[in-house]
Structure formats: C-alpha cells, structure tokens
C-alpha cells in the first residue's frame, strides 16, 4: 500500500516510492520538491519567508527557503538519498491579493521563489520544473517512482509538471 | 514600561486582554452587520487560538476548503494585517441577504456585483472593529481598501501566517462565530498587529 506523505506550512518530510508527498493549498509560500531519480527518494518543504537571516526569531528552520532546502537535504541523505542526483521542482509564490504597487507585501510570493532559485543555484541543483507566481493557490503532489509533481488549483485544470 | 511580548511565550494577562479586543472589535462588527443586512445576527464568545502554522488552515474546514478572504492592510500608530474570513456557504448567504437574491446565480462563482457587496460587508466590519479597537487603545488605526481573493482556505492564510511569520513561529488568531437564527454562518476575524504594534496596543492599556 503507498501512502501519501502530508507537509503543513513550514514543516517538510521525506519519502520513499511507492509512497507520495503532498502539501495543501499553497498560497504565497513555495513548495520545494528535491528528489534522487535514481532511488526514487523525495522531499519536500513548505517554506514561507525567502531568507532566516533577515528574521530574529529564527529556529523553525522549516519556515525559510535557505535553511528549509538545508535541512531537507539533510533528512534525505539520512534516508539514502545520494547528495549528487539531487534535482528539484517548485510551486507556488502566487501573490493571493492585489495590494498597491508600493505595498511590501505583495511581492512575497516573487521573493520566495527568488530566494529559492538562488539557494538551489548555490547547491549546484538542477531546477526541473516550476509552476510559480500568478493570483491563485495551489495544492501540490509529488510521486518519486515517476518524478512527476501534479498541481491542482481552484477551478482549473489538473497539470503535471 | 513596555510590555516585552514573545507570541510563543504569551502571558495570561496579555492573553486576556487580546481576547476581550477581539470581544468587543468582533461584537461591534456583528452589530454593523446586523444593521446592514436588517437581520438579527448573533456571536458567539471569541475564541483567540495561538496556532502552529500547520494547524492554521485547518480552522475552516481544511486547508482545500474554498473560502472567501478580504485583507486590510493597517498604518498608523497600529500596524499589520486585518483579515475577514467566510466559507463560500456564509458568503453566498450574506450576499443574498444584503442583495435580495437578485444578482447573479444561487451558486457557482460570484458575480461582479455580489463581489462588490462582498467588499463592502468586508468595508464596514473591518470599520466597525477597528474603530472599537481604535478608541479602546486611544490609538490612531487607518485601514486600506478591501482586497478580496477566493482561494483554498490555506493558500489565502498564508498570506497573514507569513506576517506572523516574521516575528513567531505561532500565528495569533480571535476567532468569532456569528449567524443568524437559523442559518449559521461563520465568520473569522483576524487580526495581525506587527510587534511594535502589540507592544503598542497593551502599553496603552497599561500593561
């Protein structure tokens, strides 16, 4: 029997194929999916905030996109994943309200999946795919036996990236 | 002396105050919304969860759960986030009252009118509770236009859990179920001071 993994906001978990893991409703936040095809070893985090050094409080690790892919990448070496097959795939970063142009709050979503590609990019980490950006949130499922990440959102299309 | 306040470490007394903000911040706003749609609308006793990140999307109905979101963006000598928050059922019900049924479909998506009556429901709650913050606090609160989304429940929560975010790891939420006689609905008041704000708000109250 597979299972399917769940990842709450600022949280992240690892799986092993046939299992899946899944995060829901992402709004602004990023999901970021690393996997090893070769073993067919997944995880995934839910980060919220582009950067921990800029926070004081600072020790979910989970919550940043730097210190998030960090530790997911730790738990899966743990698990057997092998550090050099590492690939990854994002979703996420919509921007849920049209604030003002000036509004520092509107370009959370952008910065996040900024922060994110930076991060893999200073890894060495191969970015896949990507389904970024936009007004609208989004639930995302990743299944390691075919490295395949589905993404549903509020009346549209299922699509698999 | 300034109230030093950590989100993860809220002490009874700052507990109770926010609480009894959210009482009479959603108690005015049920009052408003009462008048305005000229029907007797009841509240219950507010709740104020102090809740994981990953518990949050679970207080509607999951974090898939289709919602209606109208954000307030707040300045002055408060600062942060406002958020009302309804399932589409509440929403829908609200509408029909205020509009009579007579614009757009009993279900399915709303029209550009009934988004518009939605906004202003958001408009005079989100007054109404930040004017009794307002002159409780003796502190000066403006509020920005309503900015509406309809989304899974989770997706639109992130946007104040990400404000909370900044300065916790918790996210801070009065909570309020209101609903006339027969048909409840439930509504969900949130309120994201930043943490200069908090600091302001129970140091004018002497705390």
């Given at each position: 029997m597979s299972e399917m993994i769940k990842v709450g906001m600022a949280d992240l978990n690892v799986c092993i194929s046939p299992?899946?893991?899944?995060?829901?409703?992402?709004?602004?936040?990023?999901?970021?999916?690393?996997?090893?095809?070769?073993?067919?070893?997944?995880?995934?985090?839910?980060?919220?905030?582009?950067?921990?050094?800029?926070?004081?409080?600072?020790?979910?690790?989970?919550?940043?996109?730097?210190?998030g892919i960090d530790l997911l990448i730790k738990q899966m070496l743990?698990?057997?994943?092998?550090?050099?097959?590492?690939?990854?795939?994002?979703?996420?970063?919509?921007?849920?309200?049209?604030?003002?142009?000036?509004?520092?709050?509107?370009?959370?979503?952008?910065?996040?999946?900024?922060?994110?590609?930076?991060?893999?990019?200073?890894?060495?980490?191969?970015?896949?795919?990507?389904?970024?950006?936009?007004?609208?949130?989004?639930?995302?499922?990743?299944?390691?036996?075919?490295?395949?990440?589905?993404?549903?959102?509020?009346?549209?299309?299922?699509?698999?990236? | 002396m300034v109230s030093q306040i950590n989100l993860n470490q809220i002490d009874n007394m700052q507990y109770d105050v926010l609480k009894e903000i959210g009482n009479i911040g959603a108690g005015n706003a049920t009052t408003a919304l009462s008048q305005m749609i000229n029907s007797k609308i009841d509240m219950k006793v507010p709740k104020v969860d102090l809740l994981e990140f990953k518990e949050l999307s679970d207080i509607v109905g999951g974090a898939e759960n289709i919602v209606v979101g109208i954000l307030f963006t707040l300045e002055g000598q408060i600062d942060g986030m406002m958020m009302f928050m309804m399932d589409?059922?509440?929403?829908?019900?609200?509408?029909?009252?205020?509009?009579?049924?007579?614009?757009?479909?009993?279900?399915?998506?709303?029209?550009?009118?009934?988004?518009?009556a939605l906004n202003e429901i958001g408009n005079i709650i989100a007054g109404a509770y930040l004017s009794s913050l307002s002159s409780l606090t003796n502190l000066l609160i403006t509020s920005s236009i309503p900015y509406m989304a309809i989304d899974m429940s989770g997706a639109i929560l992130s946007v104040p859990a990400i404000e909370f975010g900044k300065i916790g790891d918790k996210a801070l939420l009065i909570e309020t179920e209101f609903g006339d006689t027969d048909n409840a609905v439930n509504g969900y008041f949130i309120l994201i001071p930043t943490i200069d704000s908090y600091r302001a708000i129970l140091s004018s109250l002497g705390l």
């Open positions: 299992n899946a893991i899944t995060t829901l409703g992402l709004g602004s936040c990023v999901g970021i999916v690393l996997y090893d095809p070769i073993r067919k070893i997944a995880g995934m985090v839910h980060v919220m905030l582009p950067d921990s050094t800029k926070i004081i409080n600072n020790e979910n690790k989970a919550k940043f996109a730097d210190t743990a698990i057997g994943a092998e550090r050099r097959s590492l690939v990854a795939k994002i979703a996420g970063g919509a921007q849920m309200f049209a604030f003002g142009a000036n509004n520092d709050m509107m370009r959370i979503g952008d910065r996040n999946v900024e922060a994110t590609k930076l991060k893999l990019q200073q890894l060495g980490i191969s970015l896949k795919a990507e389904d970024t950006g936009a007004n609208y949130g989004r639930t995302i499922e990743f299944y390691p036996e075919t490295g395949m990440l589905l993404i549903k959102s509020v009346g549209k299309e299922k699509k698999t990236i | 589409m059922g509440a929403a829908r019900h609200l509408v029909n009252l205020l509009l009579g049924g007579a614009y757009g479909s009993e279900t399915g998506k709303f029209s550009e009118m009934e988004r518009s």
